[in-house]
């Protein structure tokens, strides 16, 4: 049985026990301190996890900024989208993956020390690139040190060569140009993950413009976690989401946030709640604010 969500700190361990092909993923990071994650990884983690840096592994490093804030690249190593932690083409990422030894036929399970907010780009950009069995673990190295399992320090093996292909996308990437196009029309709703302040425009810490994209509705992503580190409810999610969409199609919902990074886990929380799969905006606030001639909301 594939785990294609959620992944339960008991259930990793049935699952590693049973011989079964399975590489977990250790997605820590922290934003102000990009070489932080690295090092917590280095101090505990899972026992053979891979280290997948935000910067390094997860986003395209090809090319330099160019006019409006495009990344200019050649064509082989163009990135797939725009912002702060632009996606790197589903062809490099697979590279990636084939270097630390993941291959089509394992199960991935990804998690981090942050509420999710890091493993769910692992998570969705593993499923973009036509891999499902892929999961969070849910509650992270917390939960996992709480079952009582195994932590190990320092560097693991370098693993064999493997030979990743990708497949049809599993997961829905809109554009700037796509989310520009559709704005103000009912087949699209934005949802925006970033705190309460920085969507009113209140605060900007990152982006050069303060505010969001018009029309779109706010919910910060912490708020898909439980007082005990995991997902909440089923139910619970579904309830939220209903009063968020207010009877807007969630089929429309396009998710976004400062780069693309935190609008993950407001995605995972609508399959988990049962409202199916919805599109992310993968450049999100930092690429959409790049172009002046973009519409703006405060407030």
Sequence with gaps: MAYT????????????ASGAPVMVFDCT??????????????????????????????SAKHGAPGAGGVLVATEGDGPASGGRHPLPNRERFAT??????????????????????????????????????VAVLDGGLQAWVEA???????????????????????????????????LGQPGQTVVDARAPARYRGEVEP?????????????????????????????AQLRAEFDALLA????????HQCGSGVSAVPNLLAMQLAGLGKSTL?????SEWCSDASRPVERG
């Design 281 to 285: 905006f993968a450049g999100s606030w």
């Design 206 to 234: 990152l982006d050069p413009v303060a505010g969001h994209i018009p029309g779109a509705l706010n919910r910060p992503f912490t708020e898909n976690i439980g007082p005990d580190g995991r997902f909440k409810p089923a």
């Design 96 to 133: 990636w993956l084939s270097s630390v030894g993941f291959s089509n036929g394992m199960q991935a399970v990804v998690y981090d020390r942050n509420g999710a907010n890091y493993c769910g780009r692992l998570w969705w950009m593993l499923q973009w690139a036509g891999h499902e069995a």
């Design 29 to 58: 990071f922290d934003l102000s301190q990009p070489s932080r994650g690295a090092q917590q990884y280095l101090e505990s983690h899972i026992p053979g996890a891979v280290y997948a840096h935000l910067d390094e592994a997860l």
């Design 247 to 254: 009877g807007r199609d969630p089929a429309t919902v396009v």
């Design 148 to 182: 009582g399992g195994e932590v190990a320090t320092g560097e693991e093996p370098a693993h064999f060569q493997a030979n990743f292909a990708v497949g049809e996308p599993l997961q829905r990437l809109a554009s700037a140009a796509d989310v520009q196009a559709a």
């Design 5 to 16: 969500t959620l992944i339960s700190a008991q259930e990793l361990k049935a699952l590693r």
